[in-house]
């Protein structure tokens, strides 16, 4: 059983969105604050958020309406963190809008500073979780052959 084309297509159009919203801050924090193409990175990075938040609603309620592929046999701790893995993937689609939206906020007298600090410390878990996940899956398509990536891919 392979993943439904929605399924797949959101999982890719989101991994885009990701890479942007990390390359729209790199670039933006190594630009002078006064620098015009901040506004508008910054501006980008704001829908960017708000796209995934959207996305990640549909990819719940599409999950929630189709059964996902089962996982191909693994040892149970292999399972256990894949599992985990996915689980605060797509818990962090909904918090990190959550909180950049919050910060966002903070130019009109919004959340203090921690609100800053947890929307920059989410994002390296995300990266992180994606580095896990990316490697997770080459591993499966190079040393184990069990078809794990090519179910994304097809």
């Known amino acids: 059983m392979s993943w439904s084309r929605l399924d797949r297509r959101l999982h890719w159009i989101m991994a885009v969105l990701f890479v942007w919203q990390f390359a729209s801050r790199w670039i933006s924090s190594a630009l002078p ?5 901040v506004f508008h990175l910054n501006g980008l990075h704001s829908v960017g958020g708000y ?6 609603v549909w990819r ?8 996902r592929p089962p996982l191909p046999g693994s040892p149970p701790m292999q399972r ?3 599992q985990l893995t996915h689980a605060i993937l797509y818990i962090m689609m909904f918090v990190q809008p ?5 910060v966002s906020g903070e130019q009109f007298g919004g959340p203090p ?10 994002g390296w878990l995300i990266l992180g979780l994606i580095a896990i996940h990316a490697a997770a899956a080459a591993w499966h398509h190079a040393v184990v052959k069990d ?3 090519t179910r994304m891919l097809r």
């Open 60 to 67: 719940v309620a599409n999950r929630m309406r189709n059964r």
């Open 33 to 37: 604050d006064d620098h015009g193409a």
């Open 98 to 102: 959550v909180t950049g939206m919050l």
């Open 51 to 56: 796209t995934i938040f959207g996305l990640g």
């Open 80 to 82: 256990l963190a894949a």
């Open 147 to 149: 078809g794990t990536l």
């Open 113 to 122: 500073y921690a609100m800053q600090y947890l929307h920059n410390a989410g």
